[in-house]
């Protein structure tokens, strides 16, 4: 399958760069053309068509993200490019899209093409980009949604909806708030990294709860959270516990 792609970055030496690694290690990826700018990328998609964009953030004059917000409908996959700050990279990783750090290595670019390939065949875009373009605009917002991965798609929710999240070998359920529980296949760990800036807390190696939904704290070392559950603390992990619990 030959990809259809256009690389976006106001750095002329990174997208040299860029091109020599995905002409050198990626045959499927056809390069259609560059852009230094949102405008003379929003022109060259339009006309162009891509599959897929290599896309840097942080441009002058207008953002990768204030290039995405000129389309009423988004018909491509995005690979951000960036060297951008973690809220970022947080927004990109709630909505289940693509990035590499610059600069890009080889095996971090063969993950996020195959994944890319993956979601290009999926057709799942507007949702993922309207939700991304939300988020961004609500830094660390509990209104935000995150896309949660299944084996039938992304579902995507709230995060003041989601109560706590408890691991499970490489999966996680997800438990909402007066909706039932979604099995995702990002582990304990994906979702502590995603959610912890959320007053979302690890209060045991299986267990990561919202803090906001908590009920009783219970002096043997356990939490009834709203939808009375019984979660453990850690016995290490009790005293930053409650440090955390009186800064909320």
């Known amino acids: 399958m030959q990809i259809k792609s256009l690389l ?8 040299k760069s860029l091109r020599h690694k995905l002409e050198t290690h990626f ?10 700018t949102a405008a003379e990328a929003f022109e060259k998609i339009v006309n162009l068509k891509p599959d897929l964009i290599f896309l840097d ?3 002058p004059r207008e953002t990768g993200f204030d290039l995405l917000k000129k389309f009423n409908e988004i018909e491509f996959e995005v690979i951000f490019v960036t060297g951008y700050d973690s809220f ?13 750090m610059k600069p890009a290595e080889i095996s971090a670019l063969r993950m996020s093409i ?9 057709k799942q875009n507007k949702q993922r980009f309207e939700e991304l373009l939300t988020n961004v605009a609500k830094p660390n917002s509990q209104e935000n949604k995150i896309g949660l991965p299944t084996s039938e798609g992304l579902d ?4 003041e909806d989601i109560v706590r ?3 499970s070998d490489k999966y996680t359920k997800v438990h909402i708030y007066n909706d039932k529980s979604i099995l995702c296949s990002y582990n304990i760990g994906m979702f502590k990294k995603m959610l912890e800036p959320y007053d979302f807390y690890l209060s045991h190696k299986s267990h990561l709860i919202n803090m906001h939904h908590m009920k009783k704290y219970n002096k043997e070392g356990t939490i009834k959270m709203i939808d009375d559950a019984i979660v453990p603390v850690s016995v290490r992990k009790r005293t930053e516990f409650m440090e955390k619990v009186e800064r909320l």
Do not use: H, T, W
């Open 27 to 36: 045959p499927e990826i056809e390069i259609l053309g560059e852009a230094s």
């Open 114 to 122: 195959d994944n890319a390939v993956k979601r290009i065949n999926g």
């Open 8 to 15: 976006i970055d106001d750095e002329e030496k990174l997208r």
């Open 156 to 159: 995507f929710v709230k995060v």
């Open 88 to 100: 970022a990279i947080e927004a990109i990783q709630f909505c289940a899209l693509g990035y590499v």
């Open 165 to 167: 999240c408890e691991g």
């Open 57 to 59: 953030i942080a441009m």
